[in-house]
């Protein structure tokens, strides 16, 4: 089946620029989205098929995949912004389609 | 506004069952395909079932085939999963959510989640 591979942990200082990647083998021929889950709370979509954001998404969030690796980059990070983040993708390719990486904690320091 | 609200956690021995419901509104439920997903505690996500609009095509993770069974009763807007043979490992909050509103593979919209202790 199907692997999507994200690092544990990210930290980034306050305004800074995070960046969480997610690798799988040939990811960019496939829509990958992203959630965030903040402690406690349902998961919430940021950025779906590769780039794109859902209404009520600030901009400051913003994604790319290309080869193996698809990233998601969160600019000018605030407070606000530390979550858990997972990487999702679709492989219609089995009969348990649904595929999510193993998350990434991100610390605002 | 979409809103998903899921029913029927709670606490169940090794080897029993469990039926959890998802009550959907905001949406044309009957054109989306849903999605259980959980969550064991203090670990990620993981896919475990998912059904078309019609209710005709279900799918399960590895995990839980032969064990869970998905189903949706479309005039009353409901999602359901029923759990069997239940197992320790079973133990996790259970999220619905609605697949293919924003893009079509996007699990769109979530429910707060039901929590499943398994434990004797």
């Known amino acids: 089946s199907y692997v999507l591979t994200q690092p544990p942990s990210v930290s980034v200082a306050p305004g800074q620029t995070a960046r969480i990647t997610c690798g799988g083998n040939?990811?960019?021929?496939?829509?990958v989205h992203w959630y965030q889950q903040k402690s406690g709370q349902a998961p919430v979509l940021v950025v779906y098929?590769?780039?794109d954001r859902p209404s009520g998404i600030p901009e400051r969030f913003s994604g790319s995949n290309s080869g193996n690796t698809a990233t998601l980059t969160i600019s000018r990070v605030e407070a606000g912004d530390e979550a858990d983040y997972y990487c999702?993708?679709?492989?219609?390719?089995?009969?348990?389609?649904?595929?999510f990486g193993g998350g990434t904690k991100l610390t605002v320091l | 506004e979409v809103q998903l609200l899921e029913f029927g956690g709670g606490l169940v021995q090794p080897g029993g069952s469990l039926r959890l419901s998802c009550a959907a509104s905001g949406f044309t439920f009957s054109s989306y395909a849903m999605t259980w997903v959980r969550q064991a505690p203090g670990k990620g996500l993981e896919w475990v079932s998912g059904i078309n609009p019609s209710g005709g095509y279900t799918y399960y993770a590895d995990s839980v085939k032969g064990r869970f069974t998905i189903s949706r009763d479309n005039p009353k807007n409901t999602l359901y999963l029923e759990m069997d043979s239940l197992r320790a490992e079973d133990t996790a909050v259970y999220y619905c959510s609605v697949r293919g509103i924003r893009g079509v593979t996007t699990f769109d919209y979530w429910g707060q989640g039901a929590l499943v202790t398994v434990s004797s």
């Open positions: 999702q993708v679709w492989d219609s390719s089995t009969d348990h389609p649904g595929v």
């Open positions: 098929d590769d780039s």
């Open positions: 040939n990811i960019g021929s496939k829509s």
